[in-house]
Each structure stands twice: as structure tokens, then as C-alpha cells.
């Protein structure tokens, strides 16, 4: 996730306008940032690593000439954050500037082609290729709107771009598919950005782009085709009535609760990793005499569900590792032929860094899953997989969980089929599964958000809490435990549901709430008598299981239905209903959701 920006003025110099609206866009990436002008004939260019504030004091972003301009706050996944690889990227000729935020998909085929035809490439980037294949365009005689709608029909995958040329020094081409883009337009000023939080303090006025539509804006005027057709669109002006602090948060109070509802989108770009790192790590995968999956919090409950997924669909059995307790354990006993695949959404986690350092000293190989380009993760592992969640906010993990499930489900799928270990219409329904879970993520998120928000009211006051699962729902119950008990400060119990029995049911008492995470898999079965032996001792049952289950439905005293998923998948469906709960419990209880006390976002000491 990127942020982007584009504005044409009246009159005035536009590059402290794009400045201001880059730091609202912050949020969205912060690795590296720039901004490119087009002034008396030429393009003026801007742009370095580092935070906002840290490029602005070495090269001062808001002197730049021109009235016209574009600019671009990154969060990498192609090529590391760098001053080549920042946006806004350039063609051979320097006359055309474009910023982008998405995934261009086959960008190596068309870098290959375009380097062919001897176009030369500064960045590692997946964007550049864009300006090149504008470039052609324009010199093929097309103007820039035409160059750039005929660019993107090439592209696979997901953009929201914007382009301004020296050829025609008075407009922003723009053009969207999947990622989001939103005109602004006012009588002195039209903007295009990746959130109305860019432009909300200049103009209220605003249009949103849907997928498949391109345009330009001059600053009298915008107009808007479809890039298929080149059709013509008429669009509907939403008068905004966000304050600058919603508008950040898409409208939403929290982050944290935007990060939650962000999952279907972060979802489906984690199905867009990299098919060749996830083919190089399933080959080192493959390799290893042994695999342990080290990571720390939340990271190592989706660690804990990997481990069920690599043994049942690949045969292979890994050891899930807190990273603080690895060196302890396992630090003498690895070798050449271990391989450890660290999970950090930061990459930065000192635990699990100092658990890879130990490791890369008895030249174990070293895998990485992570949301950070860059970060020091990337650097010390073989090879690594990028989650592409773009920033996490809120403190609590929610969409880097449910992203990282979905690479490590690639992954074990992909280990699977290596090994010969499904069958192919096995195969393929899994691959149908995992296409299809951006649409059912969106139906959870409908069906759990309100019934969540109502049971919190009757659980704020709980002393205690206790989530069980069978299975691969054990990670689950875990990570529920986590959610809740770091946004809700309530103490809260995991355990596996068959294990509940050798010592922790002691606790239960009269009305003492215990979830059971229950979905319709090969567990289900037992689930049943774990919940009898629940209820005999006058616990309270409120279970979150597969719609139209009638049986656990009938059993139990408060009861959610979700929709039916394949068994290695379900913690991503299964999760969602403690985000909330763990939200709304937090809102309850009087505490800020997005900054629990005591928690940083990225822990950095041992
Ligand atoms: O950046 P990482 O994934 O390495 O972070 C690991 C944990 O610190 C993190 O998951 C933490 O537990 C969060 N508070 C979970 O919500």
C-alpha cells in the first residue's frame, strides 16, 4: 500500500500543496517519498528514502517550480526502499513522471521486452515499466491520455496511477484498477490521490474512480473513460463531510477497526506474492532435514496454524518456535541442514532477530515471511515472501494475521504439490478456495461486525475469558486470546479443547464465558463432548461454528454461523469475530483500541 497524490493549480506553486497532502497520506507508506513537477518545458524531480519529515530537512520538498505536479509516499514490494526505487519514476527521455500504488503482475515480462527494445531501467521497481510503455506510446504519435490508457491494458494487476508529461505540461493523466483513486476538484485547484485525507483541507467536493477507469485533469476541467472502451463516464459527486482525522481513517473511528475491514483487499494482495520467491522457498523448504517457524505474538499463532497446514496438506511436519524461547531450546541442535522460516509482520522483531542471528551462525538456512521491505528481515534471510499488507496502524495485528495465513496457505499448498501429496482436483479446489477468500472475508466481516458489537455489552465486565479449539482452530483460539486480551486488558485462557480437561476446566465455574472456535472439519466431532464437559460444570457456551451446523448451534447459549471454508483456511474466516470482539470489548471497557497501554507496534528489545 502506497499513497499517492496528483494536483494541478490555477496559480501558485503546487509542490507545498503535494507536501502537506504526502504527510496526510503517511499512514498508507513510509519508506521513501518524492514529487515531480513539470515546469516551462521540463520535469523537476524530488525524491529520496526515508520518512516525510527526514526528506523534506535534506532536500526540501516544497521548492520545486510549477503549479502542476504528482507525488507518492511508498511502502516497498518491488525492490528495497531507495532512492531509486522511490516514486515518482521517470522514462529514458525524462519528459514523462508517473507514481503508482498496486502490483503490476507481469512486470517482468514487460521489463524484459521494453529492455528488448533497449528502453533502460534505473529501479527495481514493478512502476517504471509504466512510464516506459507510456513512452512508446506518446512516440508512436498518441497524446498522454491515449499513451497512458493503452499502457495500462497491458498491465496485470492492480494500480492507481498518475502521470504528467513536458509534452503536455497542463494536465495529470490518471488510472485506476483496484487500488483506490479519488478526484478532488474546486474552483482553483483539482487533485487526484489514493484518500480524500490529501485534499479534504483544499476541496469537499469529490468523485471516486471505479476499476477500469482512466482520465485527465487540467485545472479548468476533468473528465473520465473507461479504459476498455474509451467511452466516455459520467460520475456522481460525493460532498464530503469528514474531518481531516476521519479522512485518514477512511471514516472509520479507529484504525484499527479500518484495518479490520481493509482485510479482503489485503487479502487478495497477499495472493498476489511473488510466485517466484514462493517457489524458491518452497524448494528450500523441501530441503531441510528439519523446519521450525519462529516468530513472536501474532505472528507465531499464524506460525501455529502453518504447522497444521504444512502437515496436512505437504506431509511435512515444521516446529512452531516462540523466537525468545529458540536459542534456549533449540540454539545447539541446528545446523547446515535446519531451515528456519521467521514470520514478522515488522521484520524488526528483536526476538525473533536475535533467534535468526543464532541460527545464521550454524549456517542454517534462513527464510522469511513479512510486510517490510528492507526491514532487517530481508537482509540476513536466503530468500523471503512480502505479505504486501501495506502499514499496520493499530498496535493489535489484524490484517498482517490474516495476510500472513494466506502466504503461508500459498506456500504449503505449493509444498503440497512439489511433494505429489494431493491429488489435482485436490488441488485445484484448494486454489478455487484461496481465490474466493477476499469474498468470503467480506461476508464474515458483514455477519460478525454487529452481533460482535452486541455481545461485547454483555462481556465487559467478565473477569476472565476462555477460547477453545480443535485442530487448526487451536491457533485460532490462540490468537483470539491474544486480540482480546491486549485491546480488552481482560485475562483470557487458550488451550486445545481436547486438553481443556487435564487441568484448566478447574476453573470453570457458574456462568464463566468459554468460546469454542468450531468449525465444520474433521474435529468437529469431538467438539461436542468438549462443550458437555463445559456446560456440566456451568460454564457459559457461546460458539462460533459453520452455518447450518444445528447440532453445536442447539448446544450452545450464544451462537455465530460462518460460512463454510476449507479446513486449512478457516483461521482466516474463524479470526475475524475476535478482531471485533476484542475492538468492541476495548471501546466497552473505556480503552483506546488503536494504542493498548504497555504494547508498541514493533518491539525492538529482547
Ligand atoms: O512484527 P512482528 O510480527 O514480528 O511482531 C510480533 C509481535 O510483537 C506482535 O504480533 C504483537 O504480538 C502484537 N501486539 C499482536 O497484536
Known amino acids: 500500500m502506497c499513497g499517492i497524490i496528483g494536483c494541478v493549480l490555477k496559480a501558485g506553486s503546487v509542490a507545498p500543496i503535494l507536501h502537506k497532502g504526502l504527510k496526510r497520506l503517511e499512514y498508507r507508506g513510509y519508506d521513501s517519498a518524492g514529487i515531480a513537477t513539470v515546469y516551462n518545458g521540463a520535469i523537476y524531480l524530488k525524491k529520496d528514502s526515508g520518512k516525510i519529515n527526514e526528506i523534506h530537512a535534506r532536500l526540501n520538498l516544497d521548492n520545486l517550480p ?47 521486452e521494453l529492455m528488448d527494445r533497449r528502453h533502460t531501467f534505473r529501479s527495481k521497481t514493478d512502476t517504471e515499466v ?41 494536465k495529470i493523466v490518471f488510472a485506476r484498477n483496484e487500488s483506490p483513486l479519488i478526484i478532488g476538484f ?73 484495518e479490520i475491514y481493509e482485510q479482503p483487499h489485503t487479502i487478495s494482495e497477499a495472493l498476489k506474492a511473488q510466485e517466484k520467491y514462493l517457489d524458491l522457498l518452497t524448494e528450500f523448504l523441501d530441503r531441510g532435514r528439519e523446519v521450525f517457524l519462529l516468530a513472536a505474538g501474532t505472528s507465531h499463532n499464524a506460525c501455529v496454524a502453518a504447522s497444521y497446514m504444512f502437515s496436512k496438506i505437504a506431509r ?46 550454524t549456517a542454517a538456512t534462513i527464510l522469511a515471511v513479512t510486510n517490510v521491505v528492507g526491514s532487517t528481515l530481508t537482509r540476513v534471510s536466503r530468500a523471503y515472501v512480502l505479505q504486501n499488507s501495506g502499514p499496520e496502524i493499530g498496535v493489535a495485528a489484524t490484517k498482517t494475521f490474516t495476510a500472513q495465513l494466506t502466504v503461508l496457505a500459498q506456500l504449503a499448498l505449493r509444498l503440497a504439490r512439489r511433494r505429489g501429496k494431493l491429488a489435482q482436483y485436490e488441488i485445484d479446489e484448494l486454489r478455487e478456495e484461496l481465490r474466493k477468500l477476499p469474498e468470503l472475508v467480506e461476508k464474515t466481516l458483514m455477519i460478525s461486525d454487529k452481533p460482535m458489537r452486541e455481545l461485547a455489552k454483555g462481556l465487559a465486565n467478565a473477569r476472565s475469558i476462555f477460547f477453545l479449539g480443535r485442530g487448526i ?22 488451550y486445545p479443547a481436547g486438553e481443556s480437561k487435564h487441568g484448566p476446566i478447574s476453573v470453570i465455574e457458574n456462568g464463566y464465558p468459554v468460546f469454542f ?35 453445536l448451534r442447539e448446544n450452545s447459549d ?24 476484542a475492538y468492541y470489548l476495548a471501546l466497552e471497557r473505556g480503552f483506546d483500541p488503536d494504542k493498548p497501554r504497555n504494547l508498541a507496534k514493533s518491539v525492538t528489545v529482547l
Open 186 to 258: 474546486s474552483d482553483s485547484a483539482n487533485f487526484v490521490a489514493s484518500d480524500v485525507a490529501a485534499f479534504i483541507e483544499h476541496t469537499r467536493k469529490a468523485v471516486f474512480l471505479d476499476n477500469g477507469e482512466a482520465g485527465y485533469m487540467t485545472p479548468s476541467e476533468f473528465r473520465i473513460f473507461r479504459i476498455d472502451s474509451g467511452v466516455e463516464v459520467e460520475k456522481r459527486v460525493i460532498e464530503l463531510t469528514w474531518t481531516v482525522e476521519e479522512a485518514e481513517k477512511s471514516g472509520y473511528p479507529h484504525f484499527t477497526l479500518k
Open 66 to 112: 510549477g503549479s502542476i505536479g504528482i507525488a507518492h509516499t511508498r511502502w516497498a514490494t518491488h525492490g528495497a526502499p531507495s532512492q531509486v526505487n522511490a516514486h515518482p519514476h521517470l522514462d529514458c527521455d525524462e519528459r514523462i513522471a508517473i507514481v503508482h500504488n498496486g502490483v503490476i503482475e507481469n512486470f517482468l515480462e514487460l521489463k524484459e
Open 316 to 361: 511435512l511436519n515444521t516446529i512452531p518456535v516462540i523466537a525468545s524461547e529458540f536459542i534456549e531450546n533449540y540454539g545447539r541442535s541446528i545446523g547446515i541442514d535446519s531451515i528456519i522460516l521467521a514470520v514478522s509482520q515488522s521484520g524488526e522483531t528483536a526476538d525473533v532477530l536475535t533467534a535468526v542471528e543464532n541460527a545464521r551462525m
Open 517 to 551: 472456535i468450531a468449525p465444520y472439519d474433521p474435529t468437529r466431532k469431538h467438539v461436542l463432548g468438549n462443550i458437555m464437559e463445559m456446560k456440566a460444570r456451568g460454564a457459559k457456551i457461546y460458539c462460533v461454528g459453520t452455518e447450518g451446523d444445528n447440532e
Open 130 to 170: 509504466i512510464a516506459h510503455l507510456i513512452e512508446e506510446n506518446l512516440k508512436s504519435g498518441k497524446n498522454l491520455l491515449e499513451a497512458t490508457i493503452a499502457a495500462v491494458r497491458r498491465l496485470k494487476g492492480s494500480y492507481a496511477l498518475a502521470v504528467i508529461s513536458s509534452l503536455e505540461p497542463d
Open 558 to 581: 450464544w451462537w455465530l454461523g460462518l460460512p463454510k471454508v476449507h479446513e486449512i483456511l478457516s483461521p482466516i474466516i474463524y479470526v475475524i469475530p475476535f478482531q471485533f470482539l
Open 473 to 494: 482452530s487451536y491457533a485460532t483460539a490462540l490468537e483470539a486470546r491474544l486480540k482480546v486480551m491486549e485491546l480488552s486488558y481482560i485475562p483470557c485462557i487458550a
